[in-house]
């Protein structure tokens, strides 16, 4: 689904550093997700917005932040990597009816 | 919040045979109910949902059944294929907040 893109698709980074992985979207939905998902563990919710001025911590938001420039974009930061922060990451948006999520295609990041 | 246990995390079946899934959820309130699938090194992707006043729904070979007094769906799959091989997440949604809590998913294994 080439509606839904992610930025960088892969990222090696090294403890301590901040980096920002980014989600654009052309499907004009209003609402975008932040997800991570490790193995045995699913997909857990890190950040969600509804609109450019609604931002909400998800499940697992601690050592996380995040930015929405636009309805179009949803960044996600790591302000100062850890190991454990290892993981794949997938942005999503939500269409009609209001509950459907449609995901990007995942950022693979290792921290080293 | 929403808690949702999904079983069994592994199923391997011989092509053509049935695969259940089953999951089970702890807000009484939500409403909705979606499935995805997960290809090996791919995004995942809905491919049905329930809404809490239907008891069941089918697309071709998959089907969806609902019971809300006791708080648990489950995924059908006949008629297995190779290409059902994926890992399979179940989610409900959290009420009122328009967010959804995944399984832990189920890694299905199709055998020829």
């Known amino acids: 689904d080439a509606d839904v893109t992610q930025t960088p698709r892969n990222r090696i980074t090294k403890t301590g550093k901040r980096i920002m992985l980014e989600c654009s979207q052309t499907?004009?939905?209003?609402?975008m997700y932040w997800y991570r998902q490790d193995p045995g563990l699913g997909l857990r919710l890190i950040y969600y917005?509804?609109?450019?001025?609604?931002?909400n911590k998800g499940e697992i938001s601690d050592g996380y932040s995040v930015s929405r420039q636009a309805q179009a974009k949803f960044s996600l930061s790591l302000e100062s990597a850890i190991p454990n922060q290892t993981a794949l990451y997938f942005c999503?948006?939500?269409?009609?009816?209001?509950?459907?999520?449609?995901f990007g295609p995942g950022t693979r990041l290792l921290v080293l | 919040g929403e808690n949702v246990e999904q079983h069994p995390s592994t199923l391997s079946v011989q092509e053509g045979d049935s695969a259940v899934i089953k999951c089970t959820y702890s807000?009484?309130?939500?409403?909705?109910f979606p499935w995805y699938k997960q290809e090996l090194g791919k995004r995942p992707q809905l491919i049905i949902d329930?809404?809490?006043?239907?008891g069941e729904k089918k697309d071709q070979r998959i089907a969806v059944t609902l019971n809300k007094t006791a708080k648990h769906f489950s995924l059908h799959i006949t008629e297995t294929q190779p290409e059902d091989s994926a890992v399979y997440f179940c989610?409900?949604?959290?009420?009122?907040?328009?967010?959804?809590?995944f399984g832990k998913g189920t890694m299905l294994l199709v055998s020829p």
């Open positions: 999503a948006t939500g269409g009609s009816p209001k509950e459907t999520q449609y």
């Open positions: 499907k004009g939905h209003d609402r």
């Open positions: 917005s509804f609109d450019v001025k609604d931002i």
């Open positions: 807000d009484s309130a939500s409403n909705y």
């Open positions: 329930i809404r809490s006043n239907v």
């Open positions: 989610a409900a949604e959290n009420s009122g907040y328009s967010t959804l809590t």
